[in-house]
């Protein structure tokens, strides 16, 4: 099979193969990927670790004095060009952050043991350290990923390319964000890396409670070839009760229900509420682990699973406490009844021991068990806006707008100077490219989709004014121009 190129016309390659995509991740989703390689007992160990690492940098319009002609360069670029400004002074480390792993990972193979670990590193993010030439990161991540004697110790998780939060980002572009970060990283991989990737990390952990907007979630996710998602424990509930989920570290099955009755389903594991980084930076999860035995599921005994995914570069413990824990805790884990896997080598496992995925008990997103005490799916979006409007005047503390890694902060209310903009040039991309079937496989509509996926990042949300704001809003005008003048 032809092999995709990384980057073409000076660009990541992040359109233009979604046929040969979509039949490369169908032919082996049967597969099992992990299960044979993996020398875990699952009938003799008590429980289980899973760590995931986040990796993000946004690309910002810095690299030049003059906001409107400055070159798009990544975050990490512009910290380690002014290493003397804030925080700025972490940007070496940074950059070994997102190499290390790789470094890693063999070395605890070199000792006989059993590491493992799920990365998610961000398109915005893959483009930025290629564009600035550190090829040894790149390097040092194949060689984890792609090598027959490491690549069963790492999984890689799906994500959205530009790092866009899904609750507030339009369901036509999601999609364009998940199906371009396959593309860039098939580019950069290989297809066979890519079939190997079977979980989703939705950015932020923000996960869409509005009806139709979390039944396109999943619907995008499950037609891109993904078999399960990350959820943050708080922003899930019991369809039967509202309440949180009883047996957080076992997976479940998301059901996403739309206003006109329509369903889908992905399995969800958990992860659960804590400081981060402060939580992977000690592994904490293992030590929780180690607290627990075998629970039941559909009559039968199985060990659960303690999941937790933290930023892998961010904050003093990941940067400093990490590395020697993480040997630490491999060193231990390793043919202890406490092992550390990964997502999908742990369900892997779980349904060859007979357990099926209609055991597994259910949940849905956030504040839906309101809705459908008082709606009926089928009964159309109108009525559904009609409903989120009554209840909204009801509880103060309804809201639609999903939920995220604090429960505390929404993705819309408060961020409308930058919303504006991006929500206008997203329908115009809709209306100029998308309406019109265009061909994604040109340099003009890769341009297009790389500045409108680029400007959507959560980075922009998140800080909601100031010099954050004014790229957000650069990026969209850039974005603007090119839909005008190159269609």
């Not at 950059?95 to 290390?100: P, S």
């Not at 396959?182 to 979980?199: K, P, S, T, Y």
């Not at 399960?228 to 009883?246: A, D, K, M």
């Not at 265009?438 to 409108?452: C, G, I, K, V, W």
């Amino acid at each position: 099979m032809t092999k995709l190129a990384e980057t073409i016309d000076g660009l990541p390659n992040i359109s233009g193969s979604e046929k040969m995509i979509e039949e490369v991740i169908k032919e082996s989703a049967e597969d099992l990927i992990y299960l044979p390689e993996s020398l875990i007992d699952f009938s003799k160990i008590r429980s289980v670790c899973a760590i995931a690492l986040h990796m993000q940098q946004p690309l910002i319009p810095a690299g030049g004095g003059d906001l409107k002609t400055a070159e798009i360069i990544s975050n990490l670029k512009h910290m380690m060009d002014h290493q003397n400004i804030g925080d700025n002074h972490n940007a070496p480390v940074f950059q070994w952050c997102y190499k290390r792993m790789g470094e890693f990972i063999p070395q605890l193979i070199k000792e006989g043991r059993q590491p493992r670990v799920m990365l998610e590193y961000s398109g915005v993010l893959f483009h930025g350290l290629r564009h600035m030439r550190l090829d040894d990161v790149i390097d040092s991540l194949k060689t984890i990923t792609c090598r027959p004697e490491y690549k069963h110790t790492v999984e890689w998780l799906g994500c959205p390319w530009g790092h866009a939060v899904a609750p507030s980002t339009p369901v036509q572009d999601f999609r364009l964000h998940v199906k371009a970060w396959q593309h860039h990283f098939a580019g950069i991989f290989g297809f066979d890396a890519l079939r190997r990737v079977r979980g989703f990390s939705p950015s932020e952990m923000a996960l869409p409670n509005h009806p139709d907007v979390a039944y396109e979630f999943v619907k995008t996710l499950k037609e891109c070839g993904y078999q399960w998602v990350l959820v943050q424990e708080h922003t899930v509930e019991q369809p039967e009760n509202g309440n949180g989920p009883e047996q957080k570290h076992l997976p479940h099955q998301l059901v996403c229900t739309s206003s006109e009755g329509q369903s889908a389903s992905i399995i969800a594991i958990i992860k659960t509420q804590g400081s981060d980084t402060k939580l992977v930076g000690q592994m904490q999860p293992y030590y929780e682990a180690k607290s627990l035995n075998r629970w039941e599921l559909d009559n039968k005994s199985v060990p659960p699973l303690v999941t937790q995914i933290a930023d892998g570069e961010n904050g003093g413990v990941m940067m400093n406490e990490f590395p020697d824990k993480y040997f630490e805790v491999v060193r231990e884990s390793s043919g202890s009844d406490v092992p550390l896997m990964n997502g999908t080598e742990y369900l892997e496992h779980l349904f060859a021991s007979g357990v099926q995925k209609e055991d597994l008990p259910k949940l849905q997103p956030l504040k839906q068990k309101q809705i459908w005490d008082r709606f009926n799916p089928g009964d159309g979006p109108e009525k559904l806006n009609q409903t989120i409007n009554d209840l909204k005047k009801e509880d103060h503390q309804f809201h639609m707008d999903g939920g995220s890694w604090t429960n505390n902060l929404s993705w819309v209310q408060g961020y409308e100077n930058v919303l504006g903009p991006m929500e206008e040039v997203s329908s115009h991309f809709h209306e100029v490219i998308l309406k019109n079937e265009l061909s994604s496989n040109t340099q003009p509509y890769r341009n297009a989709l790389f500045h409108l996926l680029a400007s959507q990042t959560s980075c922009y949300r998140y800080w909601g004014q100031g010099i954050w704001t004014d790229y957000g809003k650069e990026i969209c005008r850039r974005t603007m121009e090119i839909l005008k003048h190159d269609f």
